[in-house]
């Protein structure tokens, strides 16, 4: 995705659903930045709900990249514009800050 600091986690065996972490960027924040710009997105895992995920700790993260886990899922109608608009937020957000934790 050319997004500096990225890292992918887990194995792709869901292909509609993507985990990274962008550590130092807190999840939430990357959140709430791209929902401002109509991209919605999830932070940390599907089954979090608020409390530290367990799956995000078996994945064996740093604290600082397990603060930065990020999840997206594509739909049938997500398309390349939808894409391209995604990654120039990510860009945009690690440029515009520096890391926090």
Do not use: W
Request: aromatic letters at 6%; one cysteine or more; glycine letters at 8%.
């Amino acid at each position: 995705m050319g997004i500096d600091g990225i890292k992918f986690i887990g194995e792709p065996t869901a292909p509609h659903v993507l985990s990274f972490t962008l550590p130092g960027y807190p999840s939430q924040n990357i959140v709430s930045e791209l929902d401002a710009k109509d991209i919605f997105i999830s932070a940390g895992s599907a089954c979090h709900r608020g409390k530290p995920s367990h799956v995000v700790s078996a994945l064996g993260l740093s604290k600082k990249e397990a603060a930065g886990v990020v999840r997206i899922s594509f739909g049938p109608d997500t398309n390349e514009a939808d894409i391209d608009a995604l990654v120039e937020a990510l860009k945009a957000h690690v440029a515009s800050r520096f890391p926090m934790l």
